[in-house]
């Protein structure tokens, strides 16, 4: 079974709900998955801005999420560990955790991408977007994505 990423906060192509928005609370999505390759060890996921006026815009950095994980609830606190297992990095806000779609103009694209590694990569909570897709090279098993839209009115 392919590795799946779902939420039920919105489809693949649809718009992301404002309350995980820059323009309401500002919670990370909940997230779910299916389809855990053999030998996987641990999951890495991250949410992109492929559309941002200065190139792509990182929005948030998940790591070492543990190979029992099946999901993200929403709402996980700006902190560098997650309850549970797992911890973040920092996004393009500068900040640890999830920031959300907040974009200047148009309406643009957000990607959440999910990796099943073959192993722990035990990353300090500060690493970047880039430093996270270095040490993943190499480990990558699988990936899924999801991509939601969101525009400021």
């Known amino acids: 079974m392919a590795l799946e990423l779902r939420s039920p906060a919105f489809t693949e192509g649809s718009r992301i709900p404002a309350k995980h928005t820059c323009d309401g609370e500002d919670t990370s999505p909940e997230l779910s998955w299916t389809g855990k ?61 999830w920031g959300g779609p907040c974009p200047p103009r148009g309406t643009h694209r957000y ?18 977007r880039e430093d996270l897709l270095q040490a993943m090279r190499g480990h990558v098993l699988e990936k899924a994505t999801l991509t939601a839209t969101y525009s400021r009115h």
């Open 111 to 128: 990607v959440f991408t999910l990796h099943a590694l073959d192993a722990m990569l035990g990353l300090a909570a500060s690493v970047t």
């Open 37 to 97: 390759p053999d030998g996987g060890k641990s999951f890495a996921l991250t949410c992109d801005d492929p559309d941002a006026p200065s190139g792509l815009w990182v929005h948030w950095v998940v790591f070492d999420l543990p190979p029992s994980a099946a999901g993200l609830p929403e709402g996980i606190p700006a902190t560098p560990e997650i309850a549970g297992g797992g911890r973040q990095g920092r996004n393009d806000f500068r900040k640890i955790g």
